[in-house]
């Protein structure tokens, strides 16, 4: 999985979700869905100091009570922290502690996972200091007073946190590639996987995906292990029955959603259609590597111009993906089917890359020394502290600034641009946060001065 998860637990209503949303920060407290997490469980993004990952609320714990959803609850919580590097226990500063946050804590205790307690409500820094005290006797450590509302201690508890975030080298995925086919119906995606079966006689086996009909196909060449994600909704079988469901697109979004790299299946005779932009765009919003497979290529007439023109109208059309390579195929002939592993080891080694700071600074000096920030009428200028890839796949790249309102489209599509031409990234989307600096200073000053 490549973000850490921590789990935010804790009684209802003691301020979980005002919590989360506090963490996440205002710009990118955006339901996520992260491949390779529980789908029924709303993960968002954050950001601290140079890392990121994924909080999860867990509903409110309760364990001294009977209604009939509580285990359920239990459940989920329970399920959160099985996959969570840390988690926050949150109680209120204002009760005090109750007799649910002693069974929570006790629970809590026997985990393997690290806990923070965060006692919340906590606006009044003096007070809640007082507040706070009352929780030790949880056995959980040190309480830390914070007040989801107004911010305050949220970047004391932030900083602890990182120390329990395992170290971003152990983040990084195995060695198989997670390839999907995508495309229209009749694109050609059965006949290409045929070609690869037929092609790479390698193959170790088929095995059995998320679900019990997505059955999951191992291909191997050079060494390298491709998973080919659920073929059964690719391959169509004379004789059977099929609804419409089993190729419809949310099969395909699926599949795109737990794959590495997508290979794209357009025909080349029907051109770009709206179909593909709305796949296009998935693939760009899920954060997919992708290759650009134009199939059908032995049906059409071409001379010396054509494979260009081709190649312009696709990257107009698609240009959700302007940054997929493009190879044009016959699954039928087999015509260059065997490029396309090469195009996929790229995209895939490009999706996975972790470019270090310094270049991403060098990178930023050249591209702001060329072209400033923009300016507002009031003569506030947008300055850039500096930038750090956060995490991969895709490429993640945070950008600590003065303001983010100060950037407009325009420069943030010149940033990107320069990044794009200076590191290349060719087969992967490239994701840039724009975060300001200000506000968690602020609180984190105030919060010092007052503490001494
Ligand atoms: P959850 O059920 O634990 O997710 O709790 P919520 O986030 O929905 O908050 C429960 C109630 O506590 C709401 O009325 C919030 O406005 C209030 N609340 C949350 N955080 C704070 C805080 O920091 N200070 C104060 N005074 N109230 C808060
Ligand atoms: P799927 O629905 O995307 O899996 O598409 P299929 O693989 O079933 O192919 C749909 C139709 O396109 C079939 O009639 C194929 O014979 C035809 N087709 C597939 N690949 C090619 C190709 O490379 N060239 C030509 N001319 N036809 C193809």
Redesign the pocket.
Known sequence: MPLPVVAII??????????VNRLAGVQEAIVYDEPGVTRDRTYKRAFWSDREFLVV?TG?LVFDDDTEFLPLIREQAMAALAEASAAIF?VDG?TGPTGGDHEIAEWLRQQPVPVLLAV??C?SVEQGVIQAADFWELGLGEPHP?????GNGTGDLLDELMAYLPPTDQLDETEEIKVAIAGRPNVGKSSLLNAFVGENRAIVSPISGTTRDAIDMVVERDGQTYRIIDTAGIRKKKNVEYGPEFFGINRAFKAIARADVVLFVIDAIDGVTEQDQKLAGRIADEGRACVLVVNKWDAIEKDSQTIYDYERDITNRLHFIEWAEIIFISAQTGQRVEKILDLVNVAAEQHRRRVTTSVINEVLEEAVSWHTPPTTRGGRQGKIYYGTQVSTQPPSIALFVNDPTLFNDGYRRYIERQFRQALGFKGTPVRLFWRGKKVRDAERSVNRATKV
């Open positions: 804790g009684r209802p209503n003691v301020g979980k979700s005002t919590v609320d409110g949150v204002q919340n409500k606006e914070v007040s989801g509302i107004h």
